[in-house]
């Protein structure tokens, strides 16, 4: 895919904040100087508005099981240098995209309708190939007249357009827009190439490279289904019958695999699922699924039944599905971690709080207990215990602006306004966001509060962001 169709797919919400602050510093760059860092700077511009947009799917499990995915997939790779980062849209399309800089989306309705997991792996391991030879760059290069200003400049007005039906010049944005999109679209020796690298990609990271076929050619099917209106995928990526047989003609030099998919693959599946239509509509689905025996994997089915319930809010019965559950899967953090949230939304604050440390004892990395515990902990106004586990977190992970939030949170709560801006600076530098930064520290330093060592931290830290963001500015 390229910049402008997947702004087209992506409503970039903050796009004033992201144009005053980046993309048009990047329109001055040559063609021929879009270097991987310029990429990875285009990439992170777009991320700024992906990370507001309110179809991101802003879950630690399901985003950490997608990034585990992917990364399983890069360090088998050919190229394995390049920063990646996988994220999820709710969307019931089936889509994924690659975004320059190793910015990787996949939509909800790709991850449910892959039948295993080497078939969303399948879909990965093509979208990494189209980072990892640079096919976005390639193409961008290729344009004399279209700078980089005017396709984010472009982007901007079909966006506006978008939330904006009456706005005169939607057509001719549109127009534009499609004019650029045939130019910048894949080629077909692009999408050869990424079949090519993805599926040995597939095999050498211990997938079952049939995987690529066998959901090439289910998409192949919808296609048919679809006509005129084929989903994203299809459509960006062309499956033609040319694609498939290459795929076939590949996979009979690779060694036949049988692999089994992960629990993990299987809970993630079933929390999407649990988390589509009414809560009562997934409640039902579950209750038939294990009533007559209509799934894949039983313990998933129960943990869908459980998080159905919790939305629900049935959560006497979300306790007992979760009993049954525990009876039949082995010690797994995504189970431990809903039996901590249906503690807490059935009020057993202190219960919760336990399940969260035990939890996290046994699974010190999952980022979703983390968060948890911490949001349960300010909830119960804990700040002074939500602040240590916080901060322990810190230690380890700091770039996390997730961490940042919750500690600008709780700071807070105890009224320090000073410590609370100054985190939530923090936060927003990792989010990619200089202008707010700044900002939060100018807040920060006006509050009126904090001690004379505070403050001076606070005014270096003030002064190097803003001068970090007058040099960005500056840089073509
Ligand atoms: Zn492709």
Do not use: W
Request: a negative charge.
């Amino acid at each position: 895919m390229n910049l402008c169709h997947l702004a087209l797919i992506i409503p970039l919400l903050a796009m004033p904040a992201a144009l005053a602050d980046g993309l048009p510093d990047l329109g001055e760059a040559s063609q021929s100087e879009f270097t991987p860092q310029t990429e990875r700077r285009v990439g992170e511009a777009i991320m700024r508005d992906v990370r507001h947009d309110l179809s991101l799917v802003d879950d630690a499990e399901l985003t950490d099981y997608l990034n585990n995915l992917g990364y399983r997939l890069v360090a088998a790779g050919t190229d394995n240098r390049q920063d990646f980062e996988f994220f999820v849209l709710r969307d019931s399309t089936l889509n994924a995209f690659a975004l320059p800089g190793g910015f990787i989306g996949v939509h909800t309705g790709l991850i449910l309708a892959a039948q295993s997991e080497s078939e969303l792996a399948a879909v990965l391991g093509h979208e990494i190939a189209h980072v990892t030879q640079h096919h976005l760059a390639r193409i961008i290069a290729k344009q004399q007249q279209s700078s980089l200003t005017s396709l984010a400049a472009l982007a901007v007005a079909i966006l506006a357009a978008r939330s904006n039906p009456q706005v005169v010049n939607a057509a001719v944005a549109t127009a534009q827009a499609s004019a650029i999109q045939t130019q910048l679209d894949f080629t077909r020796e692009h999408e050869r190439e990424a079949d090519r690298i993805g599926l040995q990609t597939l095999a050498q990271a211990g997938f079952d490279p049939r995987g690529a076929a066998s959901f090439f050619e289910r998409l192949q099917k919808f296609n048919r289904l679809y006509e005129n209106n084929a989903p994203e995928y299809l459509r960006t990526h062309p499956v033609t019958s040319d694609r498939i047989a290459d795929i076939q003609n590949r996979l009979e030099s690779l060694p036949y695999r049988q692999v089994a998919d992960s629990l993990e693959f299987q809970l993630v599946r079933a929390k999407l699922r649990a988390e589509e239509g009414t809560p009562l509509q997934a409640v039902a689905h579950f209750e038939e699924a294990l009533r007559e025996k209509k799934y894949t994997n039983e313990a998933a089915s129960r943990y869908g039944l459980a998080v159905a319930l919790l939305r629900a809010k049935n959560t006497p019965r979300a306790e007992q599905e979760l009993a049954q559950l525990r009876k039949i899967t082995p010690a797994n953090a995504i189970v431990e971690n809903l039996a901590a949230q249906i503690l807490a939304a059935s009020g057993q604050s202190s219960a919760a709080l336990a399940q969260y440390q035990a939890a996290l004892n046994s699974f010190p990395s999952h980022r979703a207990l983390v968060y948890g515990y911490a949001d349960t902990l300010l909830q119960a106004r804990q700040s002074t215990r939500a602040l240590k586990l916080v901060s322990a977190q810190l230690q380890a992970y700091p770039n996390d602006s997730r961490l940042y939030e919750l500690q600008a949170q709780a700071y807070s709560m105890q009224n320090k306004a000073l410590l609370s801006h100054q985190a939530q600076a923090e936060a927003y530098v990792r989010q990619g966001n200089l202008v707010g930064a700044v900002e939060q520290l100018q807040l920060g330093l006006k509050a009126g509060d904090g001690d004379f060592y505070q403050l001076s931290i606070a005014e270096a830290r003030f002064k190097a962001l803003r001068a970090e963001h007058a040099a960005l500015a500056k840089k073509p």
